[in-house]
């Protein structure tokens, strides 16, 4: 039998007032994070030569691979779109983008100059930002910032969940499905490696007053883009958001959605000669042992 549920109701304490006005302590100061060249990524840009473009189909996902060196664009081409991004190391799946890291080293949403961490015991850089054409946005009023690293990715067991829906193209199926057609696996094998994304144009934030996730429309426009220097070899898989530009509602075919574009831009083998990929995490692993 299940247990019976018990009140638990708080009574405020005495000093109350005086435990909340305690001041915050940043957790993970970033200050000694090696701060990336732009300078040097953008000298490379300029000389940089476009090999290879992907559209990626409105409620649908796609996979693309990024050679170490090179730079990738994301573009809004046909109307206001969001896009969930999974990155992962091509040679080894299990070193992949890690949200929570890279929320916790550089905040809730990120722009120009700061990157993409992978998943422990890697913990590097896998790719640095080094143009966003929305970095206007800022915060809003309410509390709203744009391309966020604190949704997971809409998903239909969470559908499911709240409304007994059975809906296919929400962005988990869709990078399950492009992982999928990637490898050459069944979608069982290839589900377990999706991740939480980074949501390329989404504007987000939490409450003020209940702390929930929330969505608003996105303020990106048709030639926004965001772009990335790849740190080591990547493959990734980005999908449109079947919200469309998440003004109203996800997982579900009622809002507008367009399709993204994905560039790859190759600079010159002279260029990249002192360039190297950044180490693995130094930690020796011992863990007290």
């Known amino acids: 039998m ?5 009140s638990n109701t708080a009574i405020e304490p005495a000093d109350a007032a005086v435990r909340r006005s305690v001041a915050p302590v940043i957790c993970y100061p970033n200050e000694a994070l090696p701060k990336p060249n732009l300078k040097f990524y953008r000298s490379l840009r300029n000389g940089a030569k476009k090999t290879a473009e992907v559209i990626v189909p409105a409620r649908d996902a796609a996979s693309f ?13 046909e109307g206001p779109q969001v896009g969930d991004l999974n990155l992962w190391n091509a040679q080894d799946l299990s070193e992949r983008f890690f949200s929570g890291k890279t929320r916790a080293l550089h905040g809730t ?27 206007w946005y800022g915060i809003d009023e309410y509390g709203g910032s744009v391309h966020d690293v604190i949704g997971t ?19 988990h ?13 069944p979608l069982f094998d290839a589900e377990p490696h999706v991740h939480d994304v980074l949501n390329v144009f989404m504007c987000t934030g939490f409450t003020r007053d209940t702390g929930q996730y929330f969505m ?28 469309g530009d998440c003004s109203s509602e ?18 010159s083998q002279e260029a990249l000669k002192d360039w190297c990929n950044p180490p693995r995490n130094a930690y020796d692993r011992s863990h007290g042992r």
């Open 65 to 77: 691979t990024v050679p170490a060196g090179h730079f990738f664009r994301i573009t809004s081409v």
């Open 109 to 135: 949403h990120v722009t120009t100059g700061e990157r993409l961490w992978s998943s422990l015991p890697h913990l590097r850089p896998m790719a640095t930002i080094v143009d966003d054409t929305l970095n």
């Open 250 to 267: 996800h997982s579900s075919d009622v809002a507008a959605c367009y399709p993204l574009l994905v560039e790859i831009f190759a600079p």
């Open 153 to 171: 990715r809409c998903d239909p067991y969470t559908g499911n969940l709240l409304a007994g829906s059975q809906y296919h193209h929400c962005c």
């Open 2 to 6: 299940c247990p019976k549920e018990q």
């Open 216 to 243: 608003k429309a996105s303020p990106v426009r048709v030639g926004d883009y965001l772009e990335f220097f790849a740190e080591i070899d990547l493959l990734g898989a980005l999908s449109a958001c079947p919200g």
């Open 173 to 185: 199926s869709n990078l399950t499905r492009a992982l999928a057609d990637h490898l050459g696996v």
